[in-house]
């Protein structure tokens, strides 16, 4: 006999699960790529994918995953031996940094560890001491791995308060839609989203906001490769432009739909405080659960934690046998751990809760008690991190 048999529950930090209306938006056949409702709708989808990033400037669409998003911002704005400073909360930055050597570009990093935040008087200190080299500066808004949230709007001011001109580029894959992120207010240049995080459609797409200084600096770049380059995409002369070839037809079509859910129906401002308080249910388990001394949050500190994705780490046990237990005997999947040292592929002793998108109150907290169950079968030590988590939902509500 198996629990398991059932609606399964995908608790991963990304893909996240994909309303059944979006997936009913997606079950159709292909439409006419040159004209009527397909051309007619993506201008809408434009301008609520602005409204979810807080921005009144560009955005281009791509048919690509996260990584596709990092290499786009990259190459429209960055030429071959150009230097950046990346800000390293994780493994997410360092992938970043990764792909920009690839493409002949250098780069210093501010390794912050993989328990905190960046500090923005450490980068403000940088950039007054650098001689003009630095062209941008790159961090991620959560680290998925780490599930540290940096405060973006603390570290904007800070760049600009030093008067230095690099560009300030942001991975937003596992906070937008999840986490305020205002792009304008707070003085970013570059963001990047997917779809398959915060905004509830299957992985497949990558959007890339920039602003005016971006724009400026797309003009010298000499990365730009007639794919990712994002002049036409972002301003197309033809339909047929904005995703250099044929759309991703039914991505639009599901992406239409769930942005209808998260800017028309729930409202974005509505939509970051459900996830404060559902992440918040999960700290609160999470911080009983250590009582037990084995399991607990990566970060200790509330106010650095995503609320997207929570990083578990266990002392002196494996993870795996809790996150085989949750799958197989009660139809959870939890995320596996990636390496806090940076040194392993995946974490033994860690696992991950992705509490994103489209997800409420009662979905949660089964998955929750299905972990602490699984910690029960397992004879694994913790406190009662379910009545904690009750608490927080019912002063919630």
Known sequence: MTLAFGQQMLAIPGPSPAPERVLRAMHRGSPNIYDGELIDMVPGIVEDLKTVACTRHDVAMYIANGHGGWEAALTNVLSRGDHVLVLATGRFAQGWRGMAH??????DMIDFGTDGPIDPARVA????ADDGRIKAVLCVQTDTATSIRNDIEALGAAIRQTGHDALFMVDCIASMGCEPFEMDNWNVDVAITGSQKGLMTPAGMAFVFF???AAQAWQSADCRTGYWDWSLRATPEVFYNRFCGTAPTHHLYGLREALTMLVHEEGVRAAWARHRVLAR???????????????????????????SVTTFLMEGHDAAPLR???????GVTLGIGLGLDMTQTHGAGLFRIGHMGHLNAHSLLGTLACIEAGMKALNIPHGDGITAALNVIAQAA
């Open 102 to 107: 690839r493409l002949g570009v250098t780069s």
């Open 281 to 307: 249910a999960v700290w609160a388990a999470g911080d009983k659960w250590a009582e037990g001394g084995v399991v607990r949050p990566n970060v200790r500190d509330a106010a650095n934690r995503a609320v």
């Open 211 to 213: 602003g005016p200084r």
């Open 324 to 330: 085989d237990w949750c799958e197989k005997k009660a």
């Open 125 to 128: 200190e940088a950039l007054r």
